[in-house]
């Protein structure tokens, strides 16, 4: 189990400055008064929060401030555990709603410091009904174009697990957290506990990343630092960093692309970035370590693109779901998207197609075809028909002269046309796959040199 933090020690995680300081400012909390023993009249309620109130110094489960991290001003929510296992009642609904309120209103960006148990039993439907109005703040948040940032603490359970948690834009959680929609007095008597846990949540994909506290406040400050940075204008492709003369023959191009030596996704997005911070996971189960998703400031102007790279593996479901994510995200948040392409197709196997293979190319191809920010392809290895389709940009893909992009893979392409193995080379010929085809097409705009 990791260590538990009061609301004010998670605030000093990550706030520039201790927390009491200058460098947290708590906001104004929301009036009004409960009748006795709060909405549900239930016996020993104010007892309880007298006792808590006592123990943790604070009134409510829940701190909420402005700070700046890593020089970002962001709003800051901190739960206290210690303040009834860190339970959602009215009250804590009121302090989440202005505090939201407050962020839209001043443009600033969420980060939750979250610890509960889930909604407070001693006020029964209406502590429940407080996700309700979480969500909307979320979803009004999210509208306005303001990233959410969710540090998931031990435990994270319930309501505020399937609120704050799972539905920011960004996920992160400290090491061995407890993490899970159903906290540990409620599950099966048989259930592993180790499917709760944070680091089984980023197996997952639920979460982006495990992050320990010594490195929490640096890595929260640079997706603050990345995600608030819009910009209208499109990605520029990065300059090829192999063979800069075009192929002679269809198939030559489709050997330089195999070639096991050629730069992959890892070189380009090194060469392209001074920075970066990842996305991992597609919210529904699944990762794919081949399709590279995240955030990153570019060298040339230092402006923040975000980036979905194939690494020339067959990509999973899981991993065209993460990069549908990762294009919706970035134009909520008004940033250019870059893609490059470097697939033999997707992957065909039954597991694919039991995890939804073809509905999530089709997510894809609808999130980059409604796009709200501007998206950039380059193809830098192998494009495997659809599956490397689904991420390239209409009227902006671009290809490296070590590339080539085809319907189909040529020895596919003439097992289909019942054709001789002798005859995959004209094959290639014949399906025009090289760069200079693909401009001549009309497919690409043009090869880099």
Not at 82 to 98: H, K, V, Y
Not at 172 to 185: D, E, H, K, Y
Not at 211 to 225: F, I, M, P, S, Y
Request: net charge negative; glycine share 12%.
């Amino acid at each position: 189990m990791t260590e538990r933090f009061s609301a004010r020690e998670a605030v000093a995680l990550v706030a520039d400055g201790a927390a009491g300081s200058d460098g947290f400012r708590e906001l104004p909390v929301p009036g009004g008064e409960y009748k006795p023993d709060g909405p549900l009249s239930w016996r020993g309620y104010d007892a309880s929060r007298a006792r808590a109130g006592a123990r943790t110094g604070e009134e409510e489960s829940v701190v909420c401030g402005t700070a700046t991290v890593g020089g970002t001003p962001a709003v800051l929510i901190a739960f206290e555990f210690g303040f009834l296992g860190g339970s959602l009642g009215e009250r804590t609904g009121d302090r989440l709603e202005a505090a939201y309120t407050h962020a839209r209103e001043r443009r600033m960006p969420v980060v939750s410091l979250v610890a509960t148990g889930g909604s407070r039993m001693q006020e029964g439907m209406l502590a429940l009904t407080q996700l309700q109005r979480v969500a909307r703040q979320s979803a009004l948040t999210r509208e306005a174009g303001l990233p959410q940032i969710a540090v998931l603490r031990d435990p994270t359970t319930g309501g505020g697990w399937a609120t704050l948690g799972a539905g920011a834009d960004v996920t992160l959680a400290l090491p061995g957290a407890q993490v899970g929609f159903a906290g540990s007095r409620v599950r099966p008597p048989d259930a592993d506990p180790a499917a709760y846990t944070a680091e089984a949540q980023l197996a997952a994909g639920a979460i982006d990343a495990v992050v320990g506290e010594d490195a929490l406040r640096e890595t929260v400050a640079l997706w603050l630092g990345l995600l608030t940075q819009p910009s209208a204008e499109a990605a520029p492709p990065p300059g090829p960093l192999g063979a800069t003369d075009l192929p002679a023959t269809g198939w030559e191009a489709v050997l330089r692309a195999r070639d096991p030596e050629r730069p992959r996704a890892q070189a380009y997005l090194d060469a392209y970035f001074t920075r970066r911070a990842a996305l991992s996971g597609d919210r529904c189960g699944g990762t794919d370590d081949g399709l590279l998703c995240g955030f990153g400031q570019t060298r040339n102007d230092g402006r923040t693109v975000a980036y979905a790279a194939q690494c020339g593996t067959a990509t999973r479901p899981a991993g065209y779901r993460t990069a549908a994510r990762l294009i919706r995200l970035a134009g909520q948040l008004g940033i250019p998207v870059l893609t490059l392409v470097d697939t033999p197709g997707a992957a065909n196997d039954a597991e694919a197609e039991r995890q939804g293979v073809g509905s999530a190319i089709a997510d894809l191809f609808a999130a980059v075809a409604t796009a709200r920010t501007p998206v950039t392809t380059l193809v830098i290895g192998e494009g495997g028909s659809g599956g490397a389709l689904a991420l390239a940009a209409p009227g902006n893909t671009w290809a490296t002269p070590d590339s080539y992009f085809s319907v189909i893979a040529p020895e596919l392409a003439a097992a289909i046309l019942k054709r001789p193995a002798d005859e995959v080379h004209p094959t290639a010929d014949q399906l025009r796959i090289r760069p200079q085809d693909l401009v001549d097409l009309g497919v690409i705009r043009g090869w880099l040199v």
